[in-house]
T-cell receptor, first 112, second 112 residues
Framework: DAGVIQSPRHEVTEMGQEVTLRCKPI?????LFWYRQTMMRGLELLIY????????DSGMPEDRFSAKMPNASFSTLKIQPSEPRDSAVYFC??????????FGPGTRLLVL | QQQVKQSPQSLIVQKGGISIINCAYE??????FPWYQQFPGKGPALLIA?????SEKKEGRFTISFNKSAKQFSLHIMDSQPGDSATYFC???????????FGSGTQLTVLP
């Protein structure tokens, strides 16, 4: 298996633009997690899905953030409109019935 | 409380030395305590994990010590190598979803 796949790996955009981050979890994994990593706040859980259904989005910082999982092999995290303070590395992780979460390589987002 | 406190923030060790990173938690519902290792530009990857029914777990040069009464756990890296230079995160989880609450991270540098 190729592991968790994220795209793009890097994204530079201007304030006010829409940003869409993509994630393909490991096949057979029924949990998908979105995290944000910054120097100031460390690794924060934004939202997670179980069997494509959003379970807990209490970590989503604002209404500007939204996440979807239309099927078992694809999820998106969208920021609209983006702001400079959204600059961070965004990770997607997935797991199966076991406890280990497998992280993707992350998307480094810079909002100018 | 969901917080997991990790120290030190950074650690410099000579090759062959012992690296020790400490974490403490408050939520007694936590029942799974993994350590993740992150190299620059990569996503975190599971290193070793422990459940509170044991006081120690060893895998190669890596050992977790767990003190349930004190609500503390630590990672010991024996015979530290330059290749161990990375950021280490402790984490804790509970419940069926196993969403992780991460510590703030420790940047380990092993000098050759």
């Amino acid at each position: 298996d190729a592991g968790v796949i994220q795209s793009p790996r890097h994204e530079v955009t201007e304030m006010g633009q829409e940003v869409t981050l993509r994630c393909k979890p490991i096949s057979g994994h029924d949990y998908l997690f979105w995290y944000r990593q910054t120097m100031m706040r460390g690794l924060e859980l934004l939202i997670y899905f179980n069997n494509n259904v959003p379970i807990d989005d209490s970590g989503m910082p604002e209404d500007r953030f939204s996440a979807k999982m239309p099927n078992a092999s694809f999820s998106t995290l969208k920021i609209q409109p983006s702001e400079p303070r959204d600059s961070a590395v965004y990770f997607c992780a997935s797991r199966d019935g076991q406890e280990t979460q497998y992280f993707g390589p992350g998307t480094r987002l810079l909002v100018l | 409380q969901q917080q997991v406190k990790q120290s030190p923030q950074s650690l410099i060790v000579q090759k062959g030395g012992i690296s020790i990173i400490n974490c403490a938690y408050e939520n007694t519902a936590f029942d799974y305590f993994p350590w993740y290792q992150q190299f620059p530009g990569k996503g975190p990857a599971l290193l070793i994990a422990i459940r509170p029914d044991v006081s120690e777990k060893k895998e190669g040069r890596f050992t977790i010590s767990f003190n349930k009464s004190a609500k503390q756990f630590s990672l010991h890296i024996m015979d530290s190598q330059p290749g161990d230079s990375a950021t280490y995160f402790c984490a804790a989880s509970s419940g069926s979803a196993r969403q992780l609450t991460f510590g703030s991270g420790t940047q380990l540098t092993v000098l050759p």
